[in-house]
């Protein structure tokens, strides 16, 4: 006979999240269920839907995350690489959150378009006063080479990548991205 959960709700709330996140990171959306949450907080499924709805509005709670950019306006060329890369990193290493999303976002829609919005509305403003010209370009070709250092670090644990310090990532990194973003354009 189990003993039964204390009456916290505040505390299920954040149990349910915090198992979330964790099955949305190691399973994606799509292999989740609400039913291996609650199992996983000792709760009913009920539960779960009562405090979320949805899984859909579950997954949107759970990954959830803000990266808090500088403003770049004035900054100069050879600075901004050394400015956003160390808050990039904590989000990829740190953060459970961008963990799950980013997982998910190979394999389901709802998480590719939260993530897509997610950069839109709070990283590409800040971005885009570095940029010289071809704005949108530089933000998403930025976007795609963090999301791909992200992805190759933290969710396929490349060998050399997962080996590099944050600092050591940075000095590699840190060339192209400032290319991307404030270097020429191309012909």
Do not use: C
């Amino acid at each position: 006979m189990t003993t039964p959960r204390p009456r916290n709700a505040a505390q299920t709330r954040a149990d349910i999240l915090a198992a979330a996140r964790t099955r949305f990171a190691t399973e994606g959306f799509e292999r989740t269920t609400l039913r291996a949450i609650a199992a996983d907080v000792g709760v009913d499924q009920a539960l779960v839907s009562r405090y979320f709805g949805s899984k859909q509005d579950l997954f949107a709670t759970a990954t959830e995350f803000r990266i808090d950019l500088p403003d770049l306006d004035g900054v100069p060329a050879d600075d901004v690489a050394a400015m956003l890369l160390p808050r990039y990193f904590a989000v990829w290493e740190d953060d459970q959150s961008f963990l799950a999303l980013l997982r998910a976002a190979g394999t389901s829609t709802v998480a590719a378009e939260t993530l897509n919005r997610t950069l839109a509305t709070n990283v590409a403003p800040a971005l885009l006063s570095a940029t010289p010209d071809h704005h949108r370009q530089r933000v998403a070709l930025t976007d795609a080479f963090v999301i791909g250092l992200a992805m190759t670090r933290s969710v396929l644990a490349n060998q050399p990548m997962v080996e590099f310090s944050r600092e050591e990532l940075s000095r590699w990194a840190a060339p192209i991205f400032e290319l991307l973003l404030t270097g020429p354009a191309p012909d």
